[in-house]
């Protein structure tokens, strides 16, 4: 079946089409246990996140993108600060002009042109991408260099770079060193060492057409810095190679340069997983050229931010060194960079330090403000976010339980529990409150990957739990009290004697409408195993019937060279992502379903269930729409994408919550699709967007249309708050007297039909 994308007045050329079926939004409103609203509470989480500037909707304020190495997800947030209040708004909108990167993203202005050029590691090359923006940001591929663990001279002795130094997992340095306004490239030397590399940068000049980028290795030990004996060190012995101290493990090893006294060198802050009681270094820069490296770090301060910061300070942090509250100099963010978590205890919240810079970029007196910069703001609950609705409370709304591993730092990953929230609104309005972060107490029990769900398959009109485990097993804790108050108790961790190979996510729905719940379990191996309940209503009784449900198979093929026996090329398919399907079921314009799977990859994948389900499912690839270009897509949600699926607008269609491996949430709101015979008109209402939502005192409408719009701002009880006219873009401002509370916008123009949406105001 074609799909044909709706957006306005538009004549069907096909017996039938539909709209795009979900939308990222921001509906459901989300309320801490104090009543506090999350005013970026669907926005999915930071676990190693690494900051850059750039104005990428052009209203003169640098916005942030943020690359997270956990999944490899890029995100840009719009700087919406005002009057001295620091605030930013997500934009997912942006994300579709960035590479599909690892290790680092980072945007850094190459030829001093004014245009942050973009610097990412793709596949195994350090990648360069022009900025070419005019009128809106467009990124284009230029140079790759080749990355090598290690770098040896040539036979001639020089050291002409033939590709770039980069050990996994550190972050390098893009800084003009020498002062020449071009960015040259430090990095770590050697996996077992700590000494620097320094390529500069020799491009003649900054046209890339006839100057196309060049770097030259010219110290191989740079500042004499390097480790002796399990400590850091000045003045080293200039080795290429490194001989002092073999390591058990690669540490992780990252570099902030910055002009720290304002004298015009670049002392440095280096990050290394080494010393957990020693995160970072501060190393004061001498500038004594000793011939066989230059600039000489004289000093070392192992407690440059003090003990009570310290303590806070993730191993090994990423350091970003950007300007956050306008003023026009550059503030400082260390977050977490360490993924290895079976070496160290990596912070997955409370792990995004930012200072504000009250002194100068060179010459900076940092001043710590939070430890929660944007991660606060967001539900992250550290790392694997497993949600799903009930109605636990009987009261006729969808409630929210969402599993999750905690932060690693205090639960090492093996204390899953399950957080609460109670919808305290309504089944139309939902406002979800947190109750509970550790709902029954579960942490004490030491699950792992745990994936719940509720069934009623007794019969008693009242939910019970069912826990998938890591184990592949899964748990029972039967409801002994009632559908209003329910109390649960352990039954058993073997429920039906299932066992997977690892990671189980059960799914209930009568497949075969024979009036009892079939079960649909996904696993580690990315296939559905459906076992059909041949028992009653009161007592079920499953067996496997189809191990490999619909054909679907959500892991991961790619294809990679190998050297074979006989010395010659050929290549090979490998995993690139494991399964771990996690099924739900959705339900489309009131009539049809679907199965939509959560993946390790973290896309969802979405697949139509045909009446015959001997059949293979239908995928539908590209169920999403993209903002900014209006194609269709299908978003990547990062790694270990998990969905919850419940209909919380009451339009008879489903919505979902993806949980992630970052620690958060996103959700999608289910459109109705549209169906018209040929030649015959069809509208349907076009959604827009408020930015920033939460907002304070401003706003802007994209409208996705040229023509002005009348709007109206109205309360829950119809109140009319503000009216007038404006266009896509423009900036409304609200009264200072509107207090903060929940609103409605709704906009008329004369050949658009919108739909309503939700306006928060959280001053």
């Known amino acids: 079946m074609k799909k044909v994308l709706l957006l306005s007045i538009i004549c069907v050329f096909a017996s039938h089409s539909y709209?795009?079926?979900?939308?990222?939004?921001?509906?459901?409103?989300?309320?801490?246990?104090?009543?506090?609203?999350?005013?970026?509470?669907?926005?999915?989480?930071?676990?190693?996140?690494?900051?850059?500037?750039?104005?990428?909707?052009?209203?003169?304020?640098?916005?942030?993108?943020?690359?997270?190495?956990?999944?490899?997800?890029?995100?840009?947030?719009?700087?919406?600060?005002?009057?001295?209040?620091?605030?930013?708004?997500?934009a997912p909108k942006f994300e579709y002009l960035f590479p599909q990167a690892t290790e680092f993203m980072r945007l850094v202005d190459y030829n001093d042109d004014g245009k942050p050029?973009?610097?990412?590691?793709?596949?195994?090359?350090?990648?360069?991408?022009?900025?070419?923006?005019?009128?809106?940001?467009?990124?284009?591929?230029?140079?790759?260099?080749?990355?090598?663990?290690?770098?040896?001279?040539?036979?001639?002795?020089?050291?002409?770079?033939?590709?770039?130094?980069h050990i996994r997992g550190c972050q390098p340095a893009f800084v003009d060193l020498d002062g020449d306004k071009d960015i040259d490239y430090v990095a770590n030397l050697n996996l077992n060492g700590s000494q620097l590399i320094y390529s500069r940068n020799e491009a003649a000049g900054n046209d890339f057409a006839s100057n196309p980028l060049q770097f030259e290795t010219v110290d191989k030990c740079f500042g004499g810095i390097d480790e002796y004996a399990g400590k850091m060190i000045?003045?080293?012995?200039?080795?290429?190679?490194?001989?002092?101290?073999?390591?058990?493990?690669?540490?992780?090893?990252?570099?902030?340069?910055?002009d720290e006294d304002e004298d015009g060198d670049l002392d440095l802050l280096y990050g290394n997983s080494e010393k957990e009681n020693i995160p970072i270094y501060f190393f004061h820069n001498d500038r004594v050229e000793l011939g066989y490296y230059k600039d000489t770090f004289a000093s070392i301060d192992t407690n440059y931010f003090g003990l009570t910061i310290g303590?806070?300070?993730?191993?090994?942090?990423?350091?970003?060194?950007?300007?956050?509250?306008?003023?026009?100099?550059?503030?400082?963010?260390?977050?977490?960079?360490?993924?290895?978590?079976?070496?160290?205890?990596?912070?997955?919240?409370?792990?995004?330090?930012?200072?504000?810079?009250?002194?100068?970029?060179?010459?900076?007196?940092?001043?710590?403000?939070?430890?929660?910069?944007?991660?606060?703001?967001?539900?992250?609950?550290?790392?694997?976010?497993?949600?799903?609705?009930?109605?636990?409370?009987?009261?006729?709304?969808?409630d929210l339980i969402i599993a999750t591993n905690g932060d690693h730092f205090y639960t090492l990953d093996s204390a899953d529990r399950l957080i609460y929230f109670e919808n305290i609104g309504s089944s139309t309005e939902p406002i979800f409150k947190l109750v509970d972060e550790d709902y029954l107490g579960l942490s004490a029990n030491r699950y792992m990957g745990l994936r719940p769900t509720f069934a009623d398959l007794d019969g008693d009109k009242d939910l019970d739990l069912y826990l998938g485990k890591q184990d592949g097993s899964i748990a029972e804790y039967i409801n002994s009290g009632s559908a209003t108050d329910p109390l649960f108790s352990f039954s058993t961790q073997n429920f039906g004697g299932i066992q997977m190979t690892s990671s189980a996510a059960p799914c209930f729905y009568d497949m075969d409408k024979d009036?009892?719940?079939?079960?649909?379990?996904?696993?580690?191996?990315?296939?559905?195993?459906?076992?059909?309940?041949?028992?009653?209503?009161?007592?079920?009784?499953?067996?496997?019937?189809?191990?490999?449900?619909?054909?679907?198979?959500?892991?991961?093929?790619?294809r990679v060279s190998k050297i074979n026996p006989d010395g010659t090329l050929g290549d090979t398919l490998k995993p690139a992502n494991f399964g771990y399907s996690a099924p739900q079921i959705v339900q489309w314009n009131k009539s049809s379903i679907g199965i939509v799977v959560g993946?390790?990859?973290?896309?969802?994948?979405?697949?139509?269930?045909?009446?015959?389900?001997?059949?293979?499912?239908?995928?539908?690839?590209?169920?999403?729409q993209q903002l900014a270009t209006l194609s269709a897509y299908n978003q990547d949600w990062g790694t270990k994408s998990i969905p919850a699926v419940a209909d919380l607008d009451g339009d008879g269609i489903s919505d979902i919550l993806v949980g992630n491996s970052r620690g958060g949430v996103n959700y999608l709101?289910?459109?109705?699709?549209?169906?018209?015979?040929?030649?015959?008109?069809?509208?349907?209402?076009?959604?827009?967007?408020?930015?920033?939502?939460?907002?304070?005192?401003?706003?802007?409408?994209?409208?996705?249309?040229?023509?002005?719009?009348?709007?109206?701002?109205?309360?829950?009880?119809?109140?009319?708050?503000?009216?007038?006219?404006?266009?896509?873009?423009?900036?409304?401002?609200l009264d200072q007297a509107v207090s903060n509370g929940v609103y409605f916008v709704q906009l008329q123009s004369d050949d658009v039909y919108f739909?309503?949406?939700?306006?928060?105001?959280?001053?």
């Open 19 to 90: 709209a795009q079926l979900f939308e990222i939004s921001n509906d459901p409103v989300f309320q801490k246990a104090n009543g506090e609203v999350y005013n970026m509470a669907l926005v999915g989480g930071l676990n190693q996140p690494h900051f850059s500037t750039m104005d990428f909707d052009k209203d003169g304020k640098l916005d942030l993108l943020a690359f997270d190495k956990e999944g490899n997800k890029t995100m840009v947030f719009l700087n919406t600060s005002q009057n001295g209040v620091i605030s930013y708004q997500y």
């Open 117 to 165: 050029d973009l610097w990412a590691f793709v596949d195994d090359s350090l990648t360069f991408y022009e900025n070419r923006s005019t009128t809106s940001p467009e990124f284009a591929e230029g140079v790759k260099y080749t990355t090598f663990d290690r770098l040896s001279p040539n036979a001639v002795g020089d050291y002409i770079q033939r590709g770039f130094n």
């Open 234 to 258: 000045t003045n080293a012995q200039c080795y290429f190679y490194e001989n002092y101290l073999k390591k058990k493990h690669t540490a992780s090893k990252t570099l902030l340069f910055f």
């Open 311 to 398: 303590e806070q300070i993730p191993v090994a942090p990423n350091m970003s060194y950007v300007d956050i509250d306008m003023d026009g100099e550059l503030d400082l963010i260390l977050s977490t960079n360490e993924r290895e978590t079976s070496s160290y205890p990596i912070r997955q919240a409370d792990n995004a330090l930012l200072f504000l810079n009250k002194g100068k970029t060179e010459n900076p007196d940092f001043e710590f403000v939070r430890n929660d910069f944007l991660v606060g703001d967001m539900l992250d609950f550290g790392s694997h976010t497993a949600p799903t609705f009930a109605d636990l409370d009987g009261d006729k709304d969808m």
């Open 515 to 558: 009036g009892t719940l079939d079960m649909i379990l996904g696993s580690y191996s990315g296939t559905l195993h459906y076992y059909e309940n041949k028992g009653t209503a009161s007592v079920a009784n499953f067996e496997l019937v189809d191990d490999t449900l619909g054909g679907i198979v959500v892991s991961q093929l790619v």
């Open 599 to 624: 993946t390790d990859e973290g896309v969802l994948r979405l697949y139509e269930v045909p009446s015959d389900l001997d059949q293979t499912f239908a995928e539908e690839k590209d169920f999403m």
């Open 669 to 733: 709101k289910g459109n109705e699709r549209v169906t018209g015979s040929i030649g015959s008109p069809t509208i349907i209402a076009q959604p827009f967007r408020i930015n920033p939502n939460p907002a304070q005192f401003t706003i802007t409408i994209s409208a996705g249309s040229a023509t002005a719009f009348t709007y109206a701002i109205h309360t829950l009880t119809g109140q009319v708050i503000a009216r007038g006219t404006s266009q896509s873009g423009v900036a409304i401002h």
């Open 755 to 763: 739909t309503t949406q939700k306006l928060i105001i959280n001053r």
